[in-house]
């Protein structure tokens, strides 16, 4: 894939990533409470090399329910240790026995109830312990570099594991718009690598200009954390300066059906689709189109250095990925 157009002129250091599944740890947060009844069991739970949907399978066959009534809110790394929550259809009055649940790489830590499933995008976001490993000082360049990523964000570039190993995901796409059947999970992974594909080439144009991060004329911004969107005819000095406060954000299109073209956002997307007018031409039949802020704020950065590795502590909101983060600091 791509060497996506960076930032801030690029890493500072070189670094070992995921040496061990403890330099990488993911919490899922949610922001509302559990209801405590209903007919859906809610598990938190820590697993270590083991992917999300793997998880969710191996729950559905412990409750003796069909996959389909397992739920979570987030897709969460293989090569880590991660806690989310996942929920499981109690198949009668009685419930599951949990307490029994045997599942290599995984520890039940604690169960609710809810009357809903969880539903992908229910949470609000994943606080990140990393290490980075080798690394022996933090001189003076890497402190800048960090400062500056706290406070102006970094682009919001979708993570290496959207694509599948060397792009995988993104030939399968292609596959199936030229007219390959697809069963409906490699179907999902596989619009979801062109629409990120499609993205980051938009965002890498802005970031080239300089302008991924500033409102400009004419285009839509997000409220940072929500999934709602405003149109911008001409940024005055208070949108200017809620911008800059990382309250805002410039956003870029999600490739589907139901796109405008007639605004200044044209240029760059037909660039875009000139360049994969496959992919965008299959999006536009199988997809809606949606749209994705073109800057990831990292909330709660903190940094520390411990025998030659450097531990990143952050949070991010629904949809940001860590590796947009990582890429800005370190070569790994």
């Not at 694509?163 to 059947?181: D, I, W």
């Not at 704020?297 to 590796?323: H, K």
Request: glycine fraction near 8%.
């Amino acid at each position: 894939m791509p060497d996506w157009q960076r930032a801030y002129g690029g890493p500072q250091v070189r670094a070992e990533l995921r040496s061990r599944p403890e330099d990488f740890q993911v919490v899922e947060r949610l922001d509302f409470e559990f209801s405590g009844d209903g007919e859906h069991d809610v598990l938190w739970i820590e697993k270590t090399g083991a992917n999300t949907v793997w998880v969710a399978r191996s729950l559905a066959r412990f409750a003796g329910v069909p996959l389909r009534d397992v739920g979570y809110a987030g897709m969460k790394d293989r090569a880590a240790i991660t806690r989310q929550w996942f929920s499981v259809r109690r198949p009668s009055g009685a419930g599951t026995d949990w307490t029994s649940l045997t599942i290599p790489g995984v520890k039940l830590l604690t169960t609710s109830r809810n009357q809903r499933k969880l539903r992908q995008g229910a949470h609000c976001g994943n606080a990140f312990r990393i290490a980075l490993r080798g690394v022996r000082v933090i001189d003076e360049s890497l402190r800048l570099l960090l400062e500056r990523c706290r406070s102006s964000g970094v682009p919001n570039y979708f993570g290496e594991q959207r694509f599948g190993r060397g792009g995988n995901n993104v030939s399968l796409a292609r596959a199936f718009f030229a007219g390959k059947r697809l069963k409906h999970e490699d179907r999902s992974m596989a619009i979801s690598a062109a629409r990120s594909l499609l993205f980051n080439r938009l965002l890498e144009l802005r970031v080239t200009a300089g302008t991924w991060s500033t409102l400009q004329p004419g285009e839509l911004a997000s409220l940072n954390g929500s999934g709602s969107f405003f149109a911008i005819d001409e940024p005055d000095q208070s949108l200017h300066d809620r911008c800059a406060a990382l309250d805002i954000h410039p956003t870029a299109v999600l490739w589907g059906k139901g796109a405008q073209r007639d605004d200044p956002r044209s240029e760059a997307e037909q660039t875009v689709a000139q360049e994969f007018p496959d992919l965008a031409a299959g999006l536009e039949q199988h997809a809606d189109e949606s749209r994705r802020a073109l800057r990831l704020a990292i909330q709660d950065f903190s940094w520390s250095l411990d025998n030659d590795v450097l531990w990143l502590e952050f949070f991010l909101t629904r949809g940001g990925f860590a590796t947009a983060v990582l890429r800005e600091i370190a070569a790994y």
